[in-house]
């Protein structure tokens, strides 16, 4: 036993679970627990009240719903990787879930959960970011939510309301045809935490020309970000190396990189625009039909 | 606190803290003690089993979240007591293990792998075990193991098998 005590709480519904959140000052949420669980063993987290969602009814699934593919928070990561309507609607998240943590974490982590945590290495709110998704939440005093943009505050840390419960995470389905995506990551072995993280999609007209970009950047920054600046630069471009290393100039430069003892913050630039290029260049090819 | 848990297709009641890990329950209160107690945060995979059939890591779940799942851990690979299921044996005939500690893990990764892919690629075998760590072998003759067990599997017929 490494956890402090604690008392363990199943709650049915998902109103129990926000009565006893708020009723609690030191309560946390637990979902697939693969970040919470070793916290505990470390004690750098020593809650005193566990309440487990996993059994409350309507947290899992995935659904599409308008213009947006809605996955309830308690999904487990490793039914999303299968999921077919992930595969077809959200391609870029498809491409990122084989990187979180293993199969055995991702058999028990779950969507929320990830992006709930704000992991700055975290693959999904990475995607999440990427996309412009959202997130949705309740509480005692009843249902929020925000753009993802707007929901990451720093490392480990959201603008979720303190006693409010992670719900669901909605991502934006691009429509039409000629989309591609590319992921990439640099970290010391597979499946550890990312240095850097670079996820792309773009959608191209009948002739190449980018009509659609979003671009994002993970694991270097305190909390994911989109290059909103280089995505409009490299719009109605043809997305040719030169192109695309001239429009992440600035964008990298301007990022606000992390200092820790892993990677240098100028290696982690450098690989962010190394990185970006390439995700960039697979999602040019993947929309076009080239196999990379 | 009281809990139930289904673990080799029995019910098992036990009264445990709720901060004990299912690994430790399954340990300390249960006497299954194939699963290992490596990092004890997650990282090694030593303490795998499998919950509803798939790979998870006992450390990193609280024996009361485990109640209403089925465990399944390494004694229930074999067929009958002093008997060894034929991915195990494949890890007998292949030296797929030196010191014994990471077997478990790595048996029932292999054993959910192959229910999947009968025939998985070198590549992905390896993928499979990547979150199993193992410090003596250096991996090749798990791999060999499970290529091993994976014919063997193809060959047999009956789900008794494994
Ligand atoms: S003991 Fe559970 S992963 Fe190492
Ligand atoms: S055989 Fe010793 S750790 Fe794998």
């Known amino acids: ?292 | 606190m009281k809990i139930t848990l289904h673990v080799n297709a029995g019910e098992r009641t036990v009264d445990v803290e709720p901060r004990t890990t299912l690994l430790d329950c399954l340990r300390d209160e249960l006497r299954l003690t194939g699963a290992h107690s490596g990092c004890e945060h997650g990282v090694c995979g030593a303490c795998t089993v499998l919950i509803d059939g798939e790979p998870a890591r006992s450390c990193l779940m609280f024996a009361p979240q485990a109640e209403g799942y089925e465990i399944t851990t390494v004694e229930a690979m074999s067929p009958a007591p002093g008997e060894l299921g034929i991915i195990q044996d494949a890890f007998c005939a292949a030296h797929g293990m030196q010191c014994g500690y990471c077997t478990p893990g790595m048996i029932l990764t292999a054993h959910a792998l192959l229910k999947h892919n009968p025939s998985p690629t070198r590549a992905e075998i390896v993928e499979a075990i990547s979150g199993n760590l193992c410090r003596c072998t250096g991996y090749g003759q798990i791999v060999e193991a499970i290529e091993l067990a994976a014919q063997r599997l193809r060959g047999a017929n009956t789900e008794a098998a494994r």
């Open chain 1, 1 to 292: 036993m490494k956890a402090a005590p604690f008392d363990y709480a199943r709650p049915k519904s998902l109103g129990e679970a926000a009565s006893l959140l708020a009723a609690h000052e030191d309560a946390r949420i637990i979902a697939g627990g693969q970040t919470l669980v070793p916290m505990m063993a470390m004690r750098l987290a020593r809650p005193t009240l566990l309440i487990d969602i996993a059994h409350i009814d309507g947290l899992s699934g995935i659904c599409e719903e308008g213009a947006q593919v809605v996955i309830g928070a308690m999904t487990r990561q490793a039914s999303a990787e299968k999921s077919s309507l992930v595969h077809a609607k959200l391609p870029l998240l498809a491409a990122a879930l084989p990187w979180v943590g293993h199969t055995p974490t991702r058999n028990r982590g779950t969507v929320g959960g990830s992006v709930a945590n704000a992991d700055p290495a975290a693959e999904i709110p990475l995607v999440l970011v990427t996309l412009d998704g959202e997130v949705r939440w309740q509480s005692e005093k009843g249902q929020g939510g925000c753009k993802a943009n707007e929901f990451f505050a720093g490392p480990m840390s959201t603008e979720l309301p303190a006693s409010a419960i992670l719900t669901e995470v909605r991502f934006p389905v691009w429509d039409g045809g000629n989309i591609g995506v590319g992921f990439h990551e640099a970290s010391a072995r597979r499946s550890d935490f990312a240095y850097v993280s670079a996820a792309a999609q773009v959608q191209l007209d009948g002739n190449g020309k980018c009509i659609r970009c979003a671009l994002g950047i993970g694991g270097a920054t305190p909390f994911p970000v989109k290059l909103d600046a280089a995505c409009a630069a490299l719009e109605g471009t043809m997305l040719d190396a030169k192109d695309i290393a001239a429009a992440l100039v600035a964008d990298v430069a301007g990022l606000d990189i992390m200092v820790d003892g892993h990677a240098s913050p100028a290696y982690r630039r450098r690989v962010a625009a190394a990185l970006a290029a390439r995700a960039l260049s697979d999602a040019r090819d993947a929309a076009t039909g080239v196999r990379a």
